[in-house]
């Protein structure tokens, strides 16, 4: 059976990569990072998917980017903002997409896997840079210079299913292929039982994307 690495925060949009991998036909390898992030409610939500989805493993890689800071995610002493903004928002985490991909890209040289799915997205989202195309296809070039499985030929592809889709058509999505949204966390300062703010950018653009899909939303809210 051909495997994939697939990213698992937890969230709405890995779950959906997950579901789609699966849908896809490959054996999936799930992989979350324990990075120092404000909201740890996130890694037991990625744990329940993962065996939800029928994950064939799951990993969580214990990181030190607290000790970075720099990010209302991992510096409790930033506040996360809950008013949008202009430019670049303080909850990206600087190379947080970097790392994750570097080390899912180990897993997959370990597996077999010829695929790495992750959740980036180009349309609703806060504004990341390490979400855009332009990384995305950088990165590609990395992983076929530096595995040793890109250098034999047999190239790990960084798949983005998700990448031009909006926040609903994402939601619809994962509906028609029988995920349960109501597993998943995505607010950015959920609380120890996983229940959302309703009130940071995550938390409005997955809201709204739910109306916007017409699918109930099963968020558990404070």
Known sequence: MKKAVVLLSGGLDSATCLAIARDQGY???????????????????????SEALGAASHRVIELGMGNIGGSALTDHNIE???????GIPVTYVPARNTVFLSLALGLAEVTGAEAIYI??????????????????????????????????????????PLMHLSKAQIIQQ??????????????YQADAEGRACGRCDSCRLRKQGFADALVKDPTNYQ
Do not use: M
């Open 174 to 187: 994962g509906e028609g292929l029988g995920l349960d949204y109501g597993l998943t966390v995505s607010c």
């Open 80 to 86: 996360v903002p809950e008013d949008g903004g202009e």
């Open 119 to 160: 959740g980036v997205n180009a349309v609703d989202y806060s504004g990341y840079p390490d979400c855009r195309p332009a990384f995305i296809e950088a990165f590609q070039t990395l992983a076929n210079l530096a595995t040793k499985a890109g250098v034999e030929g047999n190239t790990i592809r960084i798949e983005t």
């Open 27 to 49: 054996q999936c390898h799930t992989i979350a990072f324990d990075y120092g992030q404000r909201t740890r409610s996130e890694l037991d939500a990625a744990a329940r998917v």
